[in-house]
């Protein structure tokens, strides 16, 4: 685990607001070098504080005007692997993200669609035909406000 110090913690903050952030910019901003900020956004890379660089794409901006969460209760009968399932449920082009969670449902899953019967089409041909789906409970999101972590 890398010892971080309060410019590292920093450098991640700005970068978590906008990763395209030069070290240039990072270093006047921060008291740093640009050669000395970007040693240190390169150390932190290496040390895997970064995990990757994401591209925040608005959904609605594309088309997608709903975004339901589904939880996935997989059924007892058969016993389908895990592994068969995330497999499968990776393949919809529609699932944003899957959640092995702990508690009411196994799985968690952020799905998009154009309108509730696109959402339906994607339910009722893709996600119920899944190996091992047993119970779903869907939540249609109202509104998102997304606020920084803890760092």
Not at 2 to 28: K, N, P, W, Y
Not at 71 to 82: E, F, Y
Not at 96 to 105: D, F, K, N, S
Not at 135 to 141: F, G, T
Request: hydrophobic share 50%; net charge positive; glycine share 8%.
């Amino acid at each position: 685990m890398i010892v971080l110090d309060e410019i590292d913690r920093a450098l991640v903050r700005a970068l978590s607001q906008d990763m395209t952030a030069s070290a240039g910019a990072l270093g006047r901003a921060h008291g740093l070098s640009q050669p000395a900020c970007w040693r240190r956004i390169k150390r932190l890379r290496e040390a895997g504080v970064f995990r990757t660089a994401r591209l925040d794409v608005d959904a609605a901006a594309l088309g997608f005007g709903v975004t339901v969460f589904l939880g996935v209760k997989l059924a007892a009968k058969g016993r389908v692997s895990l592994e068969d399932f995330e497999r499968a449920v990776t393949a919809i082009p529609e699932v944003q993200t899957v959640e092995h969670v702990l508690g009411a449902y196994d799985y968690r899953l952020r799905v998009v669609a154009r309108d509730i019967s696109d959402f339906e089409r994607v339910l009722r041909r893709r996600i119920m035909t899944l190996p091992g789906v047993g119970n779903l409970d869907a939540n249609v999101l109202l509104s998102e406000e997304r606020l920084a972590g803890p760092l």
